[in-house]
Structure formats: structure tokens, C-alpha cells
């Protein structure tokens, strides 16, 4: 079982933490001498120690001005600064633009040679419509009261697809049947996003998979949408942020999960029968 998809955040907040905490024990500094050398209150020094409050890259130079270790100063600014950039806030990050979000992922897409994706709930980005993506990308928009280019965001998100075209990469995707049946669209785009199911998960490079909702004694519960870049990073999608792990360790886990979750789909034959079944279900 993964851990909570935020834990690698965190364990990398209390490395940063524990670094700062022997340094100033190593310097022989209370936790109220080391405030009064930074100039600010000594609970603020026990909230940095205890990974409560992230220190920003002023508190780290005054922390190790303070304990005699400016050496160490790039070094931990740029471990705190990686600690905070594997939680990113949805919220912040389509504050501006939802389409340069979706451009974002280009390179990182191209870089990868296997992409393994799960969602329960959305059909995969590489796989959507435009239709499809510009009534969801609006929902989106309107839940993190952002700025609603829903129409260009959708097309960015198109383009960034089309690295399913390209050379040097293959797809392993699985979802939920119940994806199927999520009315995010009209019923027309709804049509046109599973009709383009049936064409792209017959491209060679792609292993399309559904789990079916009757499935008995499943291997494994619905997990959370994640998304592995070769067996590198994970990249798990909460309601409120982006989760990114890079540890090994939960890696594995998350691999073995996808993996539970692969061997209770349908493919082929079997997947296209239950994607016309929820097309002849729209009416």
C-alpha cells in the first residue's frame, strides 16, 4: 500500500528540519538562544525544528549565520525550496493560466519513455478529447476560482497529447469503467470522448485498460489518479495539489499498486464492448 501521497513532502520538510536542528545544537545554542541571535520569537525557532512551518531561504541564512555554518547556506535553501516544489497547490498554479500549466508538461512527457497512468474518475489526459477537456478544464477553473481560458487550455492540452504520436514512447493507462459514465460533458462531446477511446486505445503503443465495476474480490481498492514517469517520479493528483515522490521506496509501492490494479482490466475486445455499452447508455 502507498503511503499517504504527501509523505514524501513531508519527509523531505523534516530532513531540512533535523539538519537545522543539529546545527544548532552542534553550535551549543538553546532553542531561545538561537531566536535571539535571528531576532524573532523562540517558538517560531521550535516550529522551523519541527517541520510546522518551512523556513524561507532569509530564515536558513540567519539560522546558519547564527551557528556559525554559512558554508552550509546553498545547500539547505536549496533542499527547503525542493521540499515545498513537491507539494504544489493546484490553487497557485492555474491562478494565471490553466493553458501554460498544460504547456508545462510538454518536455516532461517527451522525456519520458513509459508512462503509466490509473484514474478513477477522469478519462486520461493524454487520451481527451478537446471536447471533453474544455468542459472539465472549466470545472476546474471555476472550483479554484481561477481565470477561465478553458477553450485554450483545452487545446494546449491536445497538443501536449500528441506525444501519444511520437516515437519512443509507450502508454499503459487503465481507469474505473465508471469513468465512462461521468457526464463532465454534453452528451455529444461525451460521444466524440468515448468514440476517440475506441480508435486511440487500439494504437500499438498504447495499453488501454478498464476495470469493470462488477469486478469480484478486486486485488486492490480504487487508489487515487497517479501517474508514473518511467519508474523515476510519481505524480499524484489531489483535489488541492500535485503531489510529486520521488523516493524509491514508495515508488515500488506505487508500482506494485498499478500493477494489482492492471490485472483486474479488460482490454481489447472485452474494453471496447464495455466503452460502446456506455455509449448506447447516453441515448
Known amino acids: 500500500m502507498p503511503k499517504s501521497p504527501s509523505s514524501s513532502a513531508q519527509a523531505a520538510r523534516e530532513n531540512v528540519a533535523r539538519r537545522l536542528r543539529d546545527m544548532r545544537k552542534n553550535a551549543g545554542l538553546t532553542v531561545t538562544g538561537l531566536a535571539n541571535e535571528c531576532g524573532w520569537h523562540h517558538a517560531k525557532t521550535s516550529r522551523i525544528e519541527n517541520a510546522r512551518t518551512p523556513p524561507s ?6 539560522w546558519c549565520r547564527a551557528t556559525g555554518a554559512m558554508d552550509q547556506t546553498p545547500d539547505l535553501i536549496a533542499a527547503a525550496q525542493n521540499a515545498e516544489s513537491l507539494y504544489r497547490e493546484w490553487r497557485q498554479r492555474v ?27 477522469l ?10 477537456a474544455r468542459a ?23 497538443r501536449r497529447s500528441q506525444v501519444i504520436h511520437e516515437p519512443g514512447h509507450r502508454f499503459v493507462l487503465l481507469i ?3 469513468v465512462l459514465y461521468y457526464q463532465l460533458a454534453d452528451a455529444e462531446e461525451m460521444a466524440a470522448q468515448l468514440g476517440y477511446l475506441l480508435t486511440a486505445g487500439a494504437l500499438p503503443q498504447v495499453s488501454f485498460g478498464i476495470i469493470p465495476t462488477a469486478t469480484r474480490e478486486r486485488a486492490m481498492w480504487p487508489q487515487e489518479t497517479f501517474t508514473m514517469l518511467d519508474d523515476t517520479l510519481v505524480s499524484v ?18 508500482l506494485s499498486a498499478f500493477e494489482q490494479l492492471r490485472s483486474m482490466a479488460v482490454y481489447g475486445a472485452d474494453a471496447r464492448s464495455l466503452i460502446v ?3 448506447d447508455a447516453l441515448g
Open 237 to 254: 493528483e489531489l483535489a488541492t495539489a500535485e503531489v510529486s515522490i520521488a523516493q524509491p521506496s514508495e515508488i515500488a509501492l506505487y
Open 123 to 132: 478519462v486520461p489526459g493524454v487520451l481527451q478529447t478537446e471536447g471533453y
Open 136 to 158: 472539465l478544464l472549466g470545472i476546474i477553473s471555476r472550483f479554484h476560482g481561477a481565470v477561465d481560458d478553458g477553450a485554450e487550455a483545452a487545446a494546449a492540452r491536445v
Open 95 to 121: 491562478r494565471t493560466s490553466l493553458a501554460k500549466l498544460q504547456d508545462s508538461y510538454v518536455e516532461q512527457y517527451r522525456s519520458t519513455e513509459l508512462l503509466r497512468q490509473y484514474s478513477p474518475v
Open 277 to 279: 455499452k456506455a455509449i
Open 176 to 178: 474505473e469503467e465508471a
Open 57 to 62: 531561504p532569509t530564515d536558513i541564512r540567519l
